[in-house]
Structures are given as structure tokens and as C-alpha cells.
Nanobody, 120 residues
């Protein structure tokens, strides 16, 4: 059983900052990649940022230069530092992990989602 527990969402004014955290727990054998997706009302879920086990990262063009993803491998935790937030960043943010457990190979796991609301 794997759980991804997110925290750090909330309401912030445009130009402000938030930091999201996501901790993976359970019978984890290895983590290939972790990342954040978001889904705004009426829109498809989209990748925001991802980080691989070796440290390489990729970002959506819309957040480059404003968001930073990082990872603490010892804690199986991924962070998303969001600066210069815009109203269009408003969405439910979901943590994602591509990981293997002691009984299952690489598989996609999702957190429950955390709301980020940016007011203008």
C-alpha cells in the first residue's frame, strides 16, 4: 500500500508564493520520478513539473522561472516552490509518483489533490 500525502495548498494573492509538499509512504522499493500535475475547472490535468531520481527536472512552459521542484530522496518527499503566482495558476494540484514497491514493479500513484487559489 502506497500513500502520497500532499500539503501546502491554500489561498494567496497574485504575486505571492506557496510551497507544496508531498510525502510518499508504504512498502516503497524505489522511486523513479515524482512530480506535480494540476487540473483547473473545465480543463484537462496537465503536468506542472517533474523530477527524476537522478535529479533531472522538467517544467511546463507556463511555470518556468516561477516554480521550482525539488526532492528529498531520504524522506521520499517532493516539493514545489511556487513564486510569482498568477490567477491562472488556480487549480487542484496533484502529486504523482512513478515508483516500485516490494511486491509490484513501476506503477503510477496519485495524491488526493490540494487546492491552490490565486486571487487577483
Amino acid at each position: 500500500q502506497v500513500q502520497l500525502v500532499e500539503s501546502g495548498g491554500g489561498l494567496v494573492q497574485a504575486g505571492g508564493s506557496l510551497r507544496l509538499s508531498c510525502a510518499a509512504s508504504g512498502s516503497i522499493f524505489s522511486i523513479n520520478a515524482m512530480g506535480w500535475y494540476r487540473q483547473a475547472p473545465g480543463k484537462q490535468r496537465e503536468l506542472v513539473a517533474a523530477i527524476r531520481s537522478g535529479g533531472s527536472t522538467n517544467y511546463a512552459d507556463s511555470v518556468k522561472g516561477r516554480f521550482t521542484i525539488s526532492r528529498d530522496n531520504a524522506k521520499n518527499t517532493v516539493y514545489l516552490q511556487m513564486n510569482s503566482l498568477k490567477p491562472e495558476d488556480t487549480a487542484v494540484y496533484y502529486c504523482h509518483a512513478d515508483l516500485a514497491t516490494t511486491v509490484r514493479g513501476l506503477y503510477d500513484y496519485w495524491g488526493q489533490g490540494t487546492q491552490v487559489t490565486v486571487s487577483s
